[in-house]
């Protein structure tokens, strides 16, 4: 048997731990033969391959980012997309896929999966933790880490000079970074996409920090909008999943901030950074099983599945149940945090 491996969608780290766990156990316990697919979804459909054996993925485990690199293409919105991936599967005889990927990739790969009868296990990544079916979603901690260090420096800077530091994240749709740092890291407010803010609210909570003689951090996604205002955009281009690029509401709202209260405001955008470098020990651990047991589901041939971590078991869930609706924050979690705010 002959399995395809594609890692789609933005990096994150851990992916190349998953690649290794499936290449391990399928040429050790199943005597596959494995092919690499390069750049997400642009690889099967225009036949972009490389090879991928043990000595392939020997010493890739704390590596950041993929070996087999990757991609947004969408190619289901490419011309004659499902035909083209079909022949080029056939071309190199591949038996099955394993797709990583976020909800971009895995919603390819649940149509290709339940429409075109296309062989494709999924393996749940993004550093947003949006997926449903799955507890968490390798990435995700070690994102959180990277913005809590900074968070972390950030409180002394801030202090030293009295002003307001204003961190953005990424999150898009869904605030589990910014609610998952903020709160690990002191933050003074947290603003996520799930709950619009007040900007008047944030310069009370600012005013109060400053009344206690300490200066406020502010925690705001990327995603996060103003009661009254829309998505604060990098600019109006978009992705073939119909993907705008956000950016910009971290430097927004230190303006009003600083507008309205007269204090000093600054800006601080995390950005790639908390994709790149080495994968948490946590990541590392969860990207190994869910590579380990994606390789078992494609041996017993229960495609169209997604692993999933369930308490600490991994478990397989469908595909487009995973992909159907994002994973967003319970009113419930933030409403703890709003206990530190201010």
């Given amino acids: 048997?002959?399995?395809?491996?594609?890692?789609?969608?933005?990096?994150?780290?851990?992916?190349?731990?998953?690649?290794?766990?499936?290449?391990?156990?399928?040429?050790?316990?199943y005597d596959y033969d494995f092919i690499g697919f390069r750049d997400g979804w642009r690889g099967p459909l225009e036949g972009v391959t490389v090879p991928l054996s043990i000595p392939a993925v020997r010493g890739i485990l704390p590596r950041g980012g993929t070996i087999l690199g990757s991609s947004r293409t969408n190619p289901l919105k490419a011309e004659h997309g499902v035909r083209r991936i079909r022949d080029n599967l056939d071309r190199y005889?591949?038996?099955?896929?394993?797709?990583?990927?976020?909800?971009?990739?895995l919603g390819v790969a649940a149509t290709l999966s339940e429409e075109y009868g296309i062989h494709c296990v999924g393996v749940p990544k993004t550093i947003d933790n949006d997926l449903s079916g799955t507890d968490y979603t390798f990435g995700f901690d070690t994102?959180?880490?990277?913005a809590t260090e900074a968070i972390d420096r950030l409180h002394t800077t801030a202090e030293s000079h009295m002003r307001v530091l204003v961190v953005e994240v990424m999150g898009r749709h869904a605030g589990w970074i910014a609610l998952h740092s903020g709160l690990a890291g002191g933050a003074n407010v947290i603003?996520?996409?799930?709950?619009?803010?007040?900007?008047?609210?944030?310069?009370?909570?600012?005013?109060?920090?400053?009344?206690?003689?300490y200066a406020p951090i502010v925690v705001v996604a990327e995603g996060a909008m103003p009661a009254q205002g829309e998505l604060v955009l990098k600019d109006g281009s978009q992705d073939s999943f119909g993907h705008v690029r956000l950016s910009g509401v971290g430097e927004w709202l230190a303006?009003?901030?600083?507008?309205?209260?007269?204090?000093?405001?600054?800006?601080?955008?995390l950005g790639h950074v908390q994709r790149g470098g080495t994968p948490s020990a946590f990541d590392r651990w969860l990207a190994?099983?869910?590579?380990?047991?994606?390789?078992d589901a494609v041996h017993d041939g229960d495609f169209g599945k997604m692993v999933a971590l369930n308490g600490t078991d991994i478990v397989r869930v469908p595909i487009a149940e995973a992909t159907a609706r994002l994973k967003t924050v319970d009113p419930a979690l933030y409403a703890e945090a709003e206990v530190f705010f201010g």
Avoid at 12 to 24: F, H, S, W
Wanted: charged share 25%; proline share 2%; glycine share 10%.
């Fill in 93 to 105: 005889e591949v038996d099955a896929l394993v797709t990583i990927g976020g909800e971009d990739t």
């Fill in 1 to 29: 048997m002959r399995v395809g491996v594609l890692t789609g969608g933005g990096d994150c780290p851990g992916l190349n731990a998953v690649i290794r766990a499936v290449v391990r156990k399928g040429v050790q316990e």
């Fill in 288 to 295: 190994t099983r869910f590579g380990l047991h994606a390789i």
């Fill in 143 to 146: 994102a959180v880490n990277i």
């Fill in 255 to 269: 303006k009003e901030i600083e507008r309205r209260t007269g204090k000093e405001a600054r800006t601080t955008v």
């Fill in 191 to 213: 603003l996520i996409p799930e709950q619009r803010f007040d900007v008047d609210q944030v310069c009370a909570w600012v005013a109060s920090r400053f009344r206690a003689s």
